[in-house]
């Protein structure tokens, strides 16, 4: 009988933070097939019962090697035999593993996957395109530039600004520039920036996100305020963690809110939903800045599938999970058409040379 | 709190407070600028990332503290007058090279946690890991288990090192500054805490005594090696009294 996969790590700057993700997940549902993702991107299947420690130095011992053949049917394969999961669990953060390009690699050889599909998880980590869906659907947002090195004219708001690179969803390589020319300088030196950069102005707010699942039905979970992490200087134990995501010290959960504000994200949550296509289990990020809501981003696979937030509706991890692969295995994210390729214009083609004349 | 690019983009420092900068600030290994803000940050200051830290990029090459310094003394053009110069742990050995080589044009000086004497001779490495590295040499043995056995015992900053900042660090840490102190002209302050196990408070007192001709010494009761951090307080205190 096939039973889940849960497929961590990945090639990502993430890929240590997407590894404790994963242990948590297979740890809660217990009954899956574990499958390591490599930062070289090759496959393995390893123990359920490993801890993060025994990823520290790479590859854990006695980790099986899986091969991935991207063909309908095939997937990831054991000794040429594919491992034929019933669903994926996707726990990864970063990279190509949130990006789309996982998501794309599954529709094609038809796995069930839990999360967006390719386009949406792709627009989850576009910063520029999301802001721009945003904006155009009518959602709150602040304004976001691309930066371009060369281009001399600031954008149209004020300094100070805040520098992200323009793909990735974790807080690696933000940086907050006093002027113009150091946002250009940072895009030239940073790696983050390789890719593009984007910028914003940098405003006093504090940040609320949200969970939202889709499967049984659309549900939010409770709000929280976390520590920003230019609030307190990084703790010790954060010294070498260039990752400022889930910091479980100085976090105000649930967020103190008034009826008005829990209502607006409510509201601004089933549209940023609807508006980027968003599917399983998401975190919507927001900026509160003196009762003015703005939607800042969207996580498509956040930090330990954000099931801490999960108190109000309580929801145990067991059941997120297994929800979340329900929801896959009733319902594919993409299904490919070919309507309309039915001979009929090949048949009537004449030859290739007569279009060439 | 926000970066300003410096040095050509070489340097991103964080700018503190309003006004002409008087302050140099010098952070301390695997950190960057912002750990002076709750010390500094309605003062007026500049806290370099230092090279290969935050959002500053690595040097190309493997430099010590002096081109360290050499790479700071850029910064120098951006105040009026000499500024008070703050270092902690790695930043207080830049400072020191600093002050060493261009006397005229540096402040008093408040160091916290520098390592400014070697505290003891690099031991030889172990049986165990001097065969391992033959091994390696002969290419009977992958760069991949050489780099898992050095991670393996190496401290903390050894392991969180990557690339070029791997070597600076080794070379860093085996570095003294007893010819540059005694041509620092300004005053020192050398404020510690009592409990800094990293560098211990007998460092500060040898560098008062021995080698520093204008210094004072500071011990602060239950404090640890990150003054920055654990009493800022005290070491905005003591810059204040340095301006």
């Known amino acids: ?357 | 709190m926000a970066l300003r690019s410096f040095a050509d983009g070489a340097l991103f420092a964080e700018v503190f407070g309003d006004g002409a900068p008087s302050i140099l600030a010098l952070h301390g290994w695997g950190r960057r600028g912002a750990d002076f803000k709750q010390s500094l940050h309605d003062l007026p200051a500049l806290a370099p990332d230092l090279p290969g830290f935050g959002a500053s990029p690595a040097p190309g090459s493997v430099i010590g503290a002096e081109g360290y310094a050499d790479i700071v003394s850029e910064m120098l053009e951006a105040f009026d007058r000499p500024p008070v110069l703050v270092g902690h742990s790695f930043g207080g050995r830049v400072a020191v090279c600093l002050a060493a080589k261009h006397p005229g044009r540096v402040g008093d000086l408040v160091l916290t946690g520098v390592p400014l004497v070697r505290q003891s001779p690099p031991g030889k490495p172990k049986l165990t890991f001097r065969i391992i590295r033959k091994l390696n040499d002969l290419g009977l043995l992958s760069d991949q288990r050489l780099e898992a056995e050095k991670n393996k015992r190496g401290s903390v900053d050894y392991r969180a090192a990557r690339g070029v900042m791997r070597d600076i660090l080794v070379k860093v840490v085996n570095e003294g500054y007893k010819d540059q102190m005694p041509r620092v002209e300004s005053h020192v302050h050398l404020i510690w805490g009592e409990d800094d196990n990293e560098v211990h408070p007998g460092v500060a007192r040898i560098s008062h005594e021995r080698f520093l001709h204008d210094s004072s010494l500071e011990l602060l009761p239950g404090v640890g090696h990150h003054v920055p951090l654990q009493a800022p307080a005290a070491l905005r205190r003591a810059v204040e009294a340095a301006l």
């Open chain 1, 1 to 357: 009988m096939t039973r889940p996969a849960v497929v961590f790590g990945g090639p990502a700057d993430e890929h240590d933070i997407s590894i404790l993700t994963g242990l948590q997940v297979i740890r809660a549902l217990g009954d899956v097939d574990a499958v390591y993702w490599s930062k070289t991107g090759d496959w393995h299947l390893v123990d359920n019962d490993l801890e993060a420690s025994d990823f520290a130095d790479g590859v854990p011992r006695k980790a099986r090697e899986l091969t991935f053949v991207a063909s309908p049917g095939a997937g990831l394969m054991l000794k040429r035999k594919p491992l034929s999961p019933e669903a994926v669990l996707l726990a990864c953060h970063g990279g190509p593993g949130e990006d789309g390009t996982l998501q794309g690699l599954f529709d094609m050889v038809g796995y069930r996957y839990t999360g967006p599909g390719q386009a949406a998880s792709a627009l989850g980590m576009d910063k520029l395109a999301f802001g721009a869906a945003m904006s155009a659907a009518g959602l709150p947002t602040l304004p976001r530039a691309l930066v371009t090195v060369g281009d001399e004219q600031p954008p149209d708001f004020d300094s100070p600004f805040i520098v992200k690179p323009r793909f990735g969803g974790s807080s690696i390589g933000i940086e907050v520039a006093d002027d113009w020319s150091t946002v250009l300088a940072l895009k030239k030196s940073s790696r983050y920036f390789d890719q593009g950069a984007v910028v914003e102005p940098f405003v006093s707010s504090r940040d609320l996100q949200v969970a939202v699942r889709t499967y049984p039905q659309w549900e939010m979970s409770a709000i929280e305020a976390p520590a920003r992490a230019d609030d307190g200087i990084y703790s010790y134990d954060q010294k070498y963690l260039a990752w400022g995501g889930e910091v479980s010290e100085g976090r105000d959960l649930p967020a103190t809110l008034d009826d008005e504000a829990l209502t607006a994200i409510t509201d601004l949550s089933r549209r940023v939903t609807e508006a980027a296509g968003l599917r399983g289990l998401v975190r919507i990020d927001y900026l509160d800045c003196d009762g003015e809501l703005l939607v800042n981003e969207v996580n498509t696979i956040p930090g330990s599938m954000a099931a801490y937030l999960w108190i109000d509706p309580p929801i145990d991890r067991k059941t997120l999970f297994t929800d979340m692969i329900s929801e896959a295995l009733a319902d594919r994210t993409r299904v490919f058409s070919v309507a309309g390729s039915d001979g009929t214009a090949l048949r009537s083609a004449g030859t290739i040379a007569s279009k060439l004349g």
